[in-house]
C-alpha cells in the first residue's frame, strides 16, 4: 500500500539496525512498541507511530488523520497497549497465521504477505 515508498521497515533485532535506536531505547523498549524513526530525527512510539505509518499510505490517511483527534489521542495509547499486549492471542482468535516464535522473534514475511518492500 506504500505506493508513494514513502515507508522503510527494518527489523530491530538485527544488530545494525537495532545500534540505531540506542543509547534512546533498549531492546525492551522496541520489543515493546513500534518505533518510528522520522526524517527530521525525531521518534515516534506506538499508537503515534501507528498514526504516522497510516498517514503515509494513500488508503489509510484517513483513519491515521482520526487517530490524531484530541479526544482518540487520550484513549489511543492506552489501546494500543492493551492489543500489543495480547497481540499473539488476537492473532490466534483471528484466525490469523501465527507471526511469531515463542521466543518473540516475528517474521514480517508471514506477518504481512505481499511484494517485499524496497
Same mark, same amino acid.
Given at each position: 500500500?506504500?505506493?508513494?515508498?514513502? +515507508?522503510?521497515?527494518?527489523?530491530?533485532?538485527? *544488530?545494525?539496525?537495532?545500534?540505531?535506536?540506542? /543509547?534512546?531505547?533498549?531492546?525492551?523498549?522496541?520489543?515493546?512498541?513500534?518505533?518510528?524513526?522520522?526524517?527530521?530525527?525525531?521518534? #515516534?512510539?506506538?499508537?503515534?507511530?501507528?498514526?504516522?505509518?497510516?498517514?503515509?499510505? *494513500? *488508503?489509510?490517511?484517513?483513519?491515521?488523520?482520526?487517530?490524531?483527534?484530541?479526544?482518540?489521542?487520550?484513549?489511543?495509547?492506552?489501546?494500543? #497497549?492493551?492489543?500489543?499486549? #495480547?497481540?499473539? +492471542?488476537?492473532?490466534?482468535?483471528?484466525?490469523?497465521?501465527?507471526?511469531?516464535?515463542?521466543?518473540?522473534?516475528?517474521? +514480517?514475511?508471514?506477518?504481512?504477505?505481499? /511484494?517485499?518492500?524496497?
Amino acid at each position: 500500500m506504500d505506493t508513494e515508498h514513502a +515507508l522503510r521497515l527494518v527489523d530491530y533485532q538485527d *544488530p545494525a539496525v537495532a545500534i540505531t535506536a540506542l /543509547p534512546r531505547f533498549t531492546y525492551s523498549d522496541l520489543d515493546r512498541e513500534m518505533h518510528a524513526y522520522m526524517s527530521d530525527g525525531t521518534w #515516534r512510539i506506538g499508537y503515534f507511530a501507528w498514526a504516522t505509518v497510516l498517514r503515509r499510505l *494513500p *488508503p489509510w490517511r484517513w483513519v491515521g488523520a482520526l487517530m490524531e483527534l484530541p479526544f482518540l489521542t487520550d484513549v489511543g495509547p492506552k489501546a494500543y #497497549r492493551w492489543i500489543a499486549n #495480547r497481540r499473539i +492471542l488476537i492473532s490466534k482468535l483471528l484466525g490469523l497465521p501465527e507471526p511469531c516464535a515463542a521466543g518473540g522473534a516475528c517474521d +514480517l514475511k508471514a506477518a504481512a504477505p505481499g /511484494p517485499k518492500p524496497p
